[in-house]
Structure formats: C-alpha cells, structure tokens
C-alpha cells in the first residue's frame, strides 16, 4: 500500500485552513489520523513540509485525549524541596599551618569528609 499522496494531504490541510472558524482551532481527529498514517510512508519531515503541521505534532500518539475511555494523566507533578538548615556560626573551623582557614557550617557527609581530609585522618582510626 502507497498510502495517501502528499499533494491530497496538503489540500485537505489547506481547505480546512481557509474554513476554520477561529485561528486556534484544533485540526480535526480525522485529518489528523492521515496525516499520521502518511507519516509511516513517506516521513515525518515531508508530511510536516506538505501539511505545515508541526513535525511534533505528527510524530505524537494517536490517543486522542478527549477520548472518555482513556485515563488522563496530569501536566504537571509538584515537588517541594526545603533548603538544607545552615546556622549563623560553623559547627567546625580549622586553620592549615600556611593560613588556609576552613569553616563550616553545614554538617553533612561531605562537609565531614572535607574535614578528615584538611585534618589528615582520612580513613584512619585513632
């Protein structure tokens, strides 16, 4: 099967176009279909040149999702991330023999390995 040609396509998409009654109405499902269905034979790209259909929206699933049978699935999720808690003062402050002076002030994991190390107990025991 050769699958529709582009030429019919691309009048289809202008004739409902130039009858459209509002400027962002939706392409009918119908048409839309076609227009998937050419994407199979002759690709996304021609199809989007012939129809001046966005290539996204061609290459988007067939569900339709006004369909009543099809569970919708939300836009968005909302996550709530809390800042880490940092004191005013450090929980630690050394000073290296040449002047180097670190501080502190989160205790995390990396901050306590950063503090072995300057301190050169890095995976030794006492």
């Known amino acids: 099967m050769r699958g529709e040609s582009l030429t019919k396509l691309g009048a289809a998409f202008d004739a409902?176009?130039?009858?459209?009654?509002?400027?962002?109405e939706p392409?009918?499902?119908?048409?839309?279909?076609?227009?998937?269905?050419?994407?199979?034979?002759?690709?996304v790209g021609a199809v989007s040149r012939a129809t001046k259909v966005d290539r996204r929206r061609l290459a988007a699933s067939t569900v339709d999702a006004a369909d009543p049978e099809v569970g919708s699935t939300p836009a968005f999720t909302r996550v709530e991330l809390s800042a880490p808690v940092v004191s005013a003062q450090p929980f630690a402050e050394v000073e290296t023999p040449t002047g180097l002076r670190v501080r502190l002030f989160?205790?995390?994991?990396e901050a306590l390995w950063l503090l072995s190390s300057v301190l050169g107990t890095a995976g030794e025991r006492p």
Do not use: D, F, N, S
């Open 16 to 24: 409902w176009r130039a009858a459209k009654g509002q400027v962002r």
């Open 106 to 109: 989160a205790q995390t994991a």
């Open 27 to 43: 392409a009918p499902t119908e048409l839309m279909k076609r227009a998937r269905a050419a994407v199979g034979v002759h690709g």
